[in-house]
């Protein structure tokens, strides 16, 4: 439960943790739901434009499928099912974060209390400078005022919103029949990229990390050597020539605009911080 200020902020504090649960509330999806105590119902949220689903789509949807041997087709069956359920996990432990950040922790409270002084003294500087501006003393600031509530929520619905556009715009990576090269490689990046930054968001914040042993990378090492197995086999039956180190995997992601991951705080309490 997210923490109320008052009793006109503990409204609008549940109000708005109502409104980011139920975009995170998924009614299409019951193994996406995300497992946070909340109070109100949100259970009956049909909106598709605040409802998230990963959907893993048909593979029976493509043209430009090729007919490959039954024991390839089950091979790549069970692998595309085993990568869906790497990338749901990882997806859930995305969204379980969103509530961590929402709240705010000490850091948060102590960057705030030092931005209210800072501001407090600026104010009395403007005042002595606006009187006394014929003698150059003051100056005069237009900072807004330091809002916690809304600070916090935008940070948590500006890193839904990423977590969101970021998954599903890469869903479809390994739809492609039969895989080549390029997929299986977009995949592993792709997913290990994700877990990296949720991992940075939380340290960025200074937050303990209670979905760490979610990860599991040696799951996702067998999948991938069985993968490039499969990858490889198929290129030797079409006849393809099979060089798994031609795609370098240098992606360019384009929702990195805005964020610097590896950006790292210099700053001794983290004033700086871009929230």
């Known amino acids: 439960m997210w923490p109320s200020r008052g009793n006109s902020r503990g409204t609008v504090s549940q109000q708005k943790q109502r409104d980011i649960f139920a975009m995170i509330e998924s009614n299409h999806e019951k193994n996406l739901s995300l497992d946070a105590n909340q109070h109100g119902d949100n259970s009956n949220n049909n909106n598709n434009n605040n409802s998230i689903t990963i959907h893993t789509h048909s593979e029976t949807h493509h043209h430009h499928q090729q007919q490959q041997p039954k024991h390839l087709q089950e091979k790549r069956s069970q692998l595309f099912h085993d990568a869906g359920v790497m990338t749901k996990s990882l997806y859930r432990s995305c969204l379980r974060c969103i509530p961590l950040i929402r709240a705010g922790n000490e850091h948060d409270m102590a960057d705030f209390d030092q931005r209210e002084r800072e ?16 003698h150059g003393g003051g100056f005069l600031s237009f ?30 990576c390994l739809e492609e029949n039969p ?18 930054r949720r991992k940075w968001l939380l340290d960025e914040y200074k937050f303990h990390d209670p979905y760490a042993e979610k ?13 490039w197995k499969l990858v490889k086999e198929t290129y030797e039956l079409n006849g393809w020539m099979y060089q798994k ?15 610097e991951w590896d950006e790292t705080d210099d700053s001794e309490d983290g004033v700086n911080r871009n929230r």
Request: hydrophobic share 35%; charged share 35%.
């Open 119 to 134: 501001q407090k003294l600026n104010r009395s500087k403007e005042g002595f400078g606006f009187n006394n501006n014929h």
């Open 143 to 172: 900072e807004p005022p330091v809002d916690r509530e809304n600070e916090l929520s935008s940070r948590a619905m500006y890193y839904l919103a990423f977590a969101k556009e970021a998954f599903h715009q890469e869903i479809d």
């Open 179 to 196: 895989w080549r090269v390029d997929n299986v490689k977009r995949f592993l990046y792709l997913i290990r990229q994700g877990e990296e």
């Open 215 to 227: 990860w599991n990378e040696d799951k996702l090492l067998k999948w991938e050597d069985e993968a």
């Open 245 to 259: 180190d031609d795609v370098t995997g240098d992606y360019v992601d384009t929702m990195d605009d805005g964020i």
